[in-house]
C-alpha cells in the first residue's frame, strides 16, 4: 500500500506540490491526471525516491521513504521500476541485451537471466525481436521493450510517466491492454501519469486530478464520470451542443444496468411523456459502460420527469440554452 499523507515538495520558492493526501492500494492501477505542470511526474518521481519531498509522509508498505539512506534507497528502487514517454534504448544492443541490462548491472546469474528475459519477452509479445536492434522496431514494440526491461526485477509497483503520448490510438490501446494484463497476471500495482482522459478511462480503476501541485478530486473512474464533480468538469471544459431553443433539456447518466431496465422507454410510456434525444454518448471505462443522454420534452412535464428520474436513482443534471449561440451548456 502507498500512503500519502501531507506531502509537499518545493523547488526554491515554487510549490509544486502541496498537502498531498492519497492512498493507493496493492494490486489497483491508479491514474494521476492533470494539466502539464500540475505536479503529476513530480509526484511520481517522490514515490520513487528520486526526489526528496519537503514536508509530509510518503510510505509504501509502512516505510517512510524519506527516512531510507542512499544503500537502502536503491535497494528499494528494484522493488518500483518505472516507464516513460520516450524509450531510452541503447541503441547499439540487441533487444535481448537491453532487457537484461539491470540484471546485469546487479550481478546476477546468466542463466537466471537468460530465463527471464525470454520470459518476459513472452509476456510483451516480443519473442521474435531479441535478437534484433532498437533501430529496426516500430515504437509500440521498445515501448514494450522497456516494459519488459521495468519488469526484470520482479517490482511490486510500476510507474508509468506518459508512456503512450509519443504513439497512435490503436498502438496506444495495444500498450494500455498489455499494462492492464501485467497487472492482472502478475498483481504489480501500476500507477498511471497522463493528461489524456481516454487513457485513464481504458486502464484505471481510480483516478486523482491534480491542478497546480493540489490534489483537487479523486476516486473510482466511473464515478467521477458518472457524478462529475465541479473540478473534473472544468478540467474537461465546458460541453456545448445545438438543440431545440424550446422546452426543457436535461442530461441523464445510465449505467450499465440502468440501461439494462429500460428507464427512459418506460418512462415515456408511464408519463405519456413524447421527448426528443438532442445529444447521446456512450463511454466504456475499463469493462464498464456509461450512456450520457439529453432529453428536450415540454416543459410541463418538468416535475414529473424530476419526480420519475429521483425515484429511480438516475443521477441527471439540467443544460440551459444559451439564446444567442442556439447551444446548450451545462447549468
Not at 526526489?51 to 534507497?73: F, H, N, P
Not at 499494462?179 to 482522459?197: A, P, S
Not at 466511473?222 to 473540478?231: R, S, V, W
Not at 471505462?285 to 424530476?306: A, P, T, W
Amino acid at each position: 500500500m502507498i500512503e500519502i499523507k501531507g506531502l509537499q515538495k518545493s523547488f526554491d520558492d515554487l510549490k509544486v506540490l502541496d498537502n498531498i493526501d492519497l492512498t493507493i492500494e496493492d494490486g489497483e492501477i491508479y491514474g494521476l491526471v492533470g494539466k502539464s505542470g500540475a505536479g503529476k511526474s513530480t509526484l511520481l518521481r517522490c514515490i520513487n525516491g528520486l526526489e526528496q519531498y519537503s514536508a509530509g509522509s510518503l510510505k509504501i508498505d509502512g516505510v517512510e521513504i524519506k527516512a531510507l539512506s542512499r544503500k537502502e534507497l536503491r535497494t528499494f528502487r528494484k522493488g518500483v521500476s518505472m516507464i516513460f514517454q520516450h524509450f531510452p534504448m541503447l541503441t547499439r544492443k540487441t533487444v535481448y541485451e537491453n532487457i537484461a541490462f539491470p540484471m546485469r548491472c546487479w550481478k546476477y546469474d546468466r542463466q537466471v537471466i537468460d530465463k527471464r528475459v525470454k520470459e518476459l519477452a513472452e509476456l510483451v509479445g516480443i519473442s521474435e525481436k531479441l535478437y534484433q536492434r532498437p533501430g529496426q522496431l516500430s515504437g509500440g514494440q521498445k515501448q514494450r521493450i522497456a516494459i519488459a526491461r521495468a519488469l526484470t526485477m520482479e517490482p511490486k509497483i510500476l510507474l508509468s510517466d506518459e508512456a503512450t503520448s509519443a504513439l497512435d490510438p490503436v498502438t496506444t490501446r495495444s500498450i494500455l491492454q498489455l499494462l492492464r494484463d501485467i497487472n492482472e497476471k502478475l498483481g504489480i500495482t501500476i500507477i498511471v501519469v497522463t493528461h489524456q482522459m481516454s487513457v485513464i478511462k481504458d486502464v484505471c480503476e481510480k483516478v486523482a486530478l491534480l491542478e497546480a501541485g493540489e490534489l483537487v478530486v479523486s476516486g473510482p473512474v466511473d464515478e467521477l464520470f458518472m457524478y462529475q464533480p465541479e473540478e473534473l468538469k472544468t478540467f474537461l471544459g465546458e460541453e456545448k451542443f445545438h438543440a431545440g431553443s424550446s422546452g426543457i433539456n436535461i442530461q441523464v447518466m445510465l449505467s450499465d444496468q440502468d440501461m439494462s431496465k429500460n428507464i427512459l422507454s418506460r418512462m415515456s410510456r408511464e408519463l405519456d411523456l413524447d421527448f426528443t434525444i438532442v445529444n447521446s454518448e456512450m463511454e466504456r471505462y475499463r469493462d464498464k459502460y456509461l450512456g450520457y443522454l439529453v432529453l428536450n420534452f415540454s416543459e410541463q412535464y418538468k416535475s414529473k420527469v424530476e419526480d420519475y428520474l429521483d425515484q429511480n436513482k438516475i443521477i441527471w443534471r439540467y443544460y440551459q440554452m444559451n439564446k444567442e449561440e442556439g447551444l446548450c451548456q451545462d447549468s
